[in-house]
């Protein structure tokens, strides 16, 4: 059973910078892609970026698009959301979720499916 678990949310001024961490446990990083997701208050909850089960791979939705990096480090079972030239709009609860992959190629979908999920980590921006 993988279990993830966000941190690095907090408050950030328009045009600062956070960075997310998604640390798994209970599966091998090798196997499963990570989507990073956020849900806004009175919004739907929107993919935003993943990135494959190998780290050479990644997408992201338009609006963090050029702002926003992904990356994993398996040896800390571990990805990443770096997000810079934060911007109001991004003020929402943001999600690390997990796609078990064992599949030829890889796996990565923006908003795609996913099989375990983090709690979610607050993110604020605002001055």
């Known amino acids: 059973q993988l279990q993830l678990v966000e941190s690095g949310g907090g408050l950030a001024q328009p045009g600062g910078s956070l960075r997310l961490s998604c640390t798994g446990s209970?599966?091998?990083?090798?196997?499963?892609?990570v989507g990073w997701f956020r849900q806004a208050p009175g919004k739907e909850r929107e993919g935003i970026a993943c990135i494959s089960s190998d780290g050479n791979n990644s997408e992201y939705a338009d609006p963090v698009k050029g702002r926003f990096t992904v990356s994993r480090d398996h040896s800390k079972n571990a990805a990443y959301l770096q997000m810079n030239d934060l911007k109001p709009e991004d003020t929402a609860l943001y999600y690390c979720?997990?796609?078990?992959?064992?599949?030829?190629?890889?796996?990565?979908?923006?908003?795609?499916?996913?099989?375990?999920w983090g709690q979610g980590t607050q993110v604020t921006v605002s001055s």
């Open positions: 979720a997990a796609k078990i992959w064992y599949g030829v190629g890889y796996y990565c979908a923006v908003g795609g499916e996913t099989d375990y």
């Open positions: 209970g599966f091998a990083p090798d196997y499963y892609a």
